[in-house]
């Protein structure tokens, strides 16, 4: 219904595609998907080897610097990471001033968007060794602060760091250590957590990094951009959907388990009601990442004794679902948000941290995108075009003639 003359710039012919779907914004060297196939790579390794064989600071490595380290390398990089960990104690004060009952993302984003302020000698988006320290700086001080936004909301105390330990355990002494000298992390606990990590750690070009990359291409520094990826990935389409997970088992519990009511609901197309953890833009197959986590699911419940019954719940969901001529025809399988929140949970953290978790992850991935981006010859400021659909010239109208 739009005039062609709408669709002609002094550039070109517009192509007009809500959502990107079809539309490349870059090239890219970090993350390989196949949608269809269901294969997600990260620099050329398949996230099932890395999931097994690396750690969430080895494939943060391998996502930024293009490869895996060597030993002595890895080793640099983890003391450098674990000697910033700390918050400056200026910074620290901003949790006091939000409300106990605050969201975690938007503290975070907050928070990561406070720390141009403070580190005003790392902000020069073109210069190699500033980019480097902004970077260590993120990957070490947003768990900290993840670990501090959860502090606040149950009353305790903000703990130091303690550095001799690795960037898993660190994160869980600061969010759990309570008293801090007593705590011990579950080695299940450290090795889940760091093997999610690793499955979130980057997704190629998804609203989030898009995001990152969008406001990095007017040269606002790496915290900014940062920041806007943080508030991006908090929606509930995107990484708010592991937390939506839980409170959309919690409905379907409450109304007596019954699981194929809620789906026609769901397939009636209920204003607000979707299955969430199911369906992605670019997978129309299972999420690679969603096998991972359900089977990580299955250990960590049996052996922490998480809540079983909304396993079993999320299982059944998935069976009915899989086998329904609505979700096969247009192709819904779980995403990586299906299984994750479960897990989350039985670790002991509330569902609001569940999309801090995920910012976690995705940080190593946003940061190498940034970089990347940054770094290539042909990226140009972001500015998608429009057709315009609105009124045609007319005169200003008085007040009291309207
Ligand atoms: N539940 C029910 N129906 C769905 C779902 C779902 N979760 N996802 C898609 N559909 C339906 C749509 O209604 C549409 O049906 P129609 O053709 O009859 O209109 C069809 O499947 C295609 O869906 P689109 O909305 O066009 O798919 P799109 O690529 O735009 O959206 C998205 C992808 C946002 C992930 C969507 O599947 C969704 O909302 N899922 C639930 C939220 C979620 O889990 N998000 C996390 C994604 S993974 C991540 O970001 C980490």
């Given amino acids: ?155 305790q105390p903000l703990l130091y760091p303690d550095n001799s330990r690795g960037l898993v355990e660190n994160f869980l002494r600061l969010s759990f250590g309570f008293p801090a000298e007593d705590y011990e992390a579950d080695p299940l606990m450290v090795k889940a957590l760091d093997q999610l990590l690793i499955l ?23 915290f900014a951009s940062i920041s806007a990826g943080i508030q991006a990935l908090s929606g509930p389409l995107h990484g708010g959907a592991n937390q939506q997970v839980l409170e959309m088992l919690a409905t379907i519990k409450s109304s007596d388990g019954n699981i194929k009511s809620f789906v026609d609901r769901v397939k009636n197309k209920e204003p607000g009601v979707k299955l969430m953890g199911f369906g992605h833009r670019v997978y129309k197959n ?44 247009r192709k819904l399988y779980p995403n990586v948000d299906f299984y994750t929140g479960l897990i989350y949970r039985a670790m002991g953290f509330p569902d609001r941290m569940f999309t801090a978790l995920f910012t976690i992850g995705r940080l190593p991935g946003w940061i190498a995108q940034w970089q990347e981006m940054i770094k290539d010859p042909a990226t140009k400021i972001g500015r998608p075009r429009q057709v315009y659909t609105g009124s045609t010239a007319r005169d200003y109208t008085e007040i009291d003639g309207r």
Avoid: W
């Fill in 200 to 222: 979130h750690a980057d997704h190629e070009q998804n609203c989030s990094t898009s995001t990152v990359r969008l406001v990095g291409s007017s040269h606002a520094n790496l």
């Fill in 286 to 329: 299972y999420d690679p990442r969603a096998t991972l986590v359900k089977a990580t699911a299955d250990e960590v419940l049996s052996k922490l004794g998480g809540n079983d019954e909304m396993l079993d719940l999320a299982k059944q969901l998935e069976e009915i679902a899989l086998s329904d001529d609505y979700f096969i025809s």
């Fill in 1 to 155: 219904g739009v005039e062609i003359s709408k669709l002609l710039s002094t550039t070109g012919l517009i192509t007009l595609d809500p959502g990107f779907t079809n539309t490349g914004s870059t090239t890219s060297a970090v993350t390989y998907i196949d949608g269809d196939a269901g294969i997600l790579r990260y620099r050329g390794y398949p996230i099932e080897q890395l999931a097994a064989k690396s750690t969430f600071l080895e494939t943060s490595y391998l996502l930024i610097k293009g490869e895996l380290p060597s030993a002595t390398e890895l080793e640099d990089f983890t003391q450098r990471i674990s000697r910033h960990t700390m918050l400056h104690e200026d910074l620290k004060r901003f949790f006091d001033g939000f409300p106990r009952d605050a969201h975690p993302m938007p503290v975070l984003s907050s928070a990561v968007s406070a720390l141009s302020t403070f580190y005003q000698d790392s902000l020069d988006p073109f210069n190699e060794e500033q980019v480097e320290l902004s970077t260590i700086r993120l990957l070490a001080k947003v768990p900290t602060i993840a670990a501090y936004a959860y502090k606040k909301s149950v009353g």
